[in-house]
């Protein structure tokens, strides 16, 4: 069985299960040649992980690149001035990572200063961004998801 399937599948499992539990996911995907590169976002009650990966079928699993994964978190509240949060980082990444995105952040809605007294999401708007780019070739993934969290703290 070929490796791309098998954490394609691996991450979309993820996603279903945080789907499940009443969060949205998202997951995006880039190809050129058998080089892939794909970014994720995973939201839960309390925190939301922005993660990329690049895969190569035709590369050892012991060979690693260069990844660029740029995030964003957008809050816009119902009443007051939206809010945004930018992380950035260049991360040395193996192949055949078999759990789908594992390269990036994992932020707390806590940390960003958009949650509750309780740690959860504040009622809003939220766009979350996640930008996984293979240096070398430029390759990028991009994925985007918007969500209203309704309800109160």
């Not at 499940?20 to 995907?29: H, R, Y």
């Not at 950035?88 to 994992?106: D, H, I, K, R, S």
């Amino acid at each position: 069985m070929k490796r791309f399937p098998v954490a394609l599948l691996a991450a979309l499992a993820a996603a279903s299960t945080a789907g499940a539990a009443g969060e949205p996911s998202a997951l995006a995907d880039s190809q050129l040649g058998t080089l892939h590169v794909t970014s994720g976002i995973l939201l839960s009650a309390k925190s939301v992980d922005l993660r990329g990966v690049w895969l190569n079928e035709r590369v050892a699993c012991s060979t690693t690149r260069k990844l660029r994964v740029r995030v964003e978190a957008d809050f816009i509240p119902s009443a007051g001035a939206p809010k945004r949060r930018v992380r950035q980082g260049t991360f040395t990444v193996g192949n055949c990572a078999e759990g789908g995105p594992n390269t990036g952040f994992t932020l707390s809605a806590g940390a960003l200063g958009f949650a509750c007294p309780n740690g959860t999401w504040k009622p809003g708007r939220y766009v979350f961004v996640t930008a996984t780019t293979q240096i070398r070739t430029g390759l990028r993934a991009l994925a985007d998801l918007s969500w209203n969290k309704s309800g109160g703290c």
